[in-house]
């Protein structure tokens, strides 16, 4: 959300795009902010809009709940996990 209010004349792809491959090329780790097969992944989950382009704006603009946080390929936040919790 902070890099949509830094720059909002980019579009949610190009925010998506920044934080994700520009990160690694800047840390000059091409293989970081890609998915591939067999490749370690951190990535989360938000809840699906009825387009994809208005979902992926709500994640960059911080308006989208986490559903899932996955670290290395692992689940450490999960809204079910929380959901079981608060019963």
């Given at each position: 959300?902070?890099?949509?209010?830094?720059w909002?004349?980019?579009?949610?792809?190009q925010?998506?795009?920044?934080?994700?491959?520009?990160?690694?090329?800047?840390?000059?780790?091409?293989?970081?902010g890609?998915?591939?097969?067999?490749?370690?992944?951190?990535f989360?989950?938000?809840?699906?809009?009825?387009?994809?382009?208005?979902?992926?704006?709500?994640?960059?603009?911080?308006?989208?709940?986490?559903l899932?946080v996955?670290?290395a390929g692992?689940?450490?936040?999960?809204?079910r996990?929380?959901?079981?919790?608060?019963?």
């Amino acid at each position: 959300a902070a890099a949509a209010r830094c720059w909002p004349q980019l579009a949610p792809t190009q925010l998506l795009q920044l934080a994700t491959v520009g990160g690694g090329r800047a840390l000059s780790l091409p293989r970081v902010g890609t998915l591939r097969r067999g490749a370690r992944a951190d990535f989360v989950s938000v809840p699906c809009g009825a387009d994809a382009d208005g979902t992926l704006a709500g994640y960059v603009h911080g308006e989208s709940p986490l559903l899932d946080v996955c670290a290395a390929g692992r689940s450490v936040l999960s809204s079910r996990t929380r959901a079981a919790r608060d019963d």
